[in-house]
């Protein structure tokens, strides 16, 4: 059985985290907010993270970035 490009990359990042733990993680994640906002957003955070918001509640695509920012649906309230 083949898997998907996003199966393949959802499973090796699963195991990336299994192996190197949650700090190792967040560094790269850190870095790589850092390295999107200097490239994207002239070094704004701001404006990225209002970008995002943006985005999620849009559901739309980054077109600087390339990707889809989604946001899963809030659950309802009863």
Same mark, same amino acid.
């Given at each position: 059985?083949? %898997?998907?490009?996003?199966?393949?990359? %959802?499973? =090796?990042?699963? $195991? #990336?985290?299994? /192996?190197? =733990? $949650?700090?190792?993680?967040?560094?790269? =994640? !850190?870095?790589?907010? !850092?390295? #999107?906002?200097? !490239? *994207? *957003?002239?070094?704004?955070?701001? #404006? *990225?993270? $209002? $970008?995002?918001?943006? /985005?999620?509640?849009k559901?739309?695509?980054?077109? %600087?970035?390339?990707?889809?920012? *989604?946001?899963? +649906?809030? +659950?309802?309230?009863?």
């Amino acid at each position: 059985m083949t %898997r998907s490009l996003a199966e393949r990359g %959802r499973l =090796g990042g699963q $195991a #990336t985290a299994q /192996r190197h =733990g $949650a700090v190792h993680m967040e560094a790269i =994640g !850190r870095e790589d907010f !850092r390295v #999107t906002v200097e !490239r *994207y *957003y002239g070094g704004d955070s701001k #404006t *990225y993270m $209002a $970008a995002l918001r943006e /985005r999620q509640q849009k559901g739309k695509p980054d077109p %600087r970035l390339g990707c889809q920012v *989604y946001r899963p +649906p809030s +659950p309802a309230i009863h």
